[in-house]
T-cell receptor, first 114, second 113 residues
Framework: AQTVTQSQPEMSVQEAETVTLSCTYD???????LFWYKQPPSRQMILVIR??????QNATENRFSVNFQKAAKSFSLKISDSQLGDAAMYFC???????????FGEGTQLTVNP | DTGVSQNPRHKITKRGQNVTFRCDPI?????LYWYRQTLGQGPEFLTY????????KSRLLSDRFSAERPKGSFSTLEIQRTEQGDSAMYLC???????????FGPGTRLTVT
């Protein structure tokens, strides 16, 4: 079974600085997607960024970018110029295209300090 | 695009009662998913539909749980004879197809007393 591991239960960053959240996964599949979702205190899960495994180029969405290392099965999220509104629980998720389900990590609680 | 909606947002029930939750997906999305999330954990997959067909169920979905998606539009998740261990946030998500990302609703928080 696929597993997703987020080894940092909590992280904190100063406003305007950069923070990197780690994620590793285990799979024997070659065709899959990886996602980062954000869940603010209101608890609605919001998609932050997506990476297709077949793409070598790392995905970027404004201040959010990923470092996708396929051989190492690593998928980290970098948040640049952190803002107070970035404070949330961040989940890394794996999805294989032959299946249906998202498999989530345990989450990383990000605190942004003013 | 009004997003995924779920009702009710909160439900408190006594152990042994039946509860039903509703999810309305984004209108053009043919896939609908149910997940369960307990405090401090990531969501866990329960089941999914493609149109009106329920194609996969997790082992987490005991025989007290049933889900339907009549006519491939909204979906309902029913829990019979609720137990305290059923207390959780129940999340619904939808996607346009298997190649597209899943969009989540706000969830229904169930508390079983």
């Amino acid at each position: 079974a696929q597993t997703v591991t987020q080894s940092q239960p909590e992280m904190s960053v100063q406003e305007a600085e950069t923070v990197t959240l780690s994620c590793t996964y285990d799979t024997s599949e070659s065709d899959y997607y990886l996602f980062w979702y954000k869940q603010p205190p209101s608890r609605q899960m919001i998609l932050v960024i997506r990476q297709e495994a077949y793409k070598q180029q790392n995905a970027t969405e404004n201040r959010f970018s990923v470092n996708f290392q396929k051989a190492a099965k690593s998928f980290s999220l970098k948040i640049s110029d952190s803002q107070l509104g970035d404070a949330a629980m961040y989940f890394c998720a794996y999805y294989e295209t032959s299946g249906s389900r998202l498999t989530f990590g345990e989450g990383t609680q990000l605190t942004v300090n003013p | 695009d009004t997003g995924v909606s779920q009702n009710p947002r909160h439900k408190i029930t006594k152990r042994g009662q039946n509860v039903t939750f509703r999810c309305d997906p984004i209108s053009e999305h043919n896939r609908l998913y149910w997940y369960r999330q307990t405090l401090g954990q990531g969501p866990e997959f329960l089941t999914y539909f493609q149109n009106e067909a329920q194609l996969e169920k997790s082992r987490l979905l005991s025989d007290r749980f049933s889900a339907e998606r009549p006519k491939g539009s909204f979906s309902t998740l029913e829990i019979q004879r609720t137990e305290q261990g059923d207390s959780a946030m129940y999340l619904c998500a939808s996607s346009q197809s298997r190649y597209y990302e899943q969009y989540f609703g706000p969830g229904t928080r169930l508390t079983v007393t």
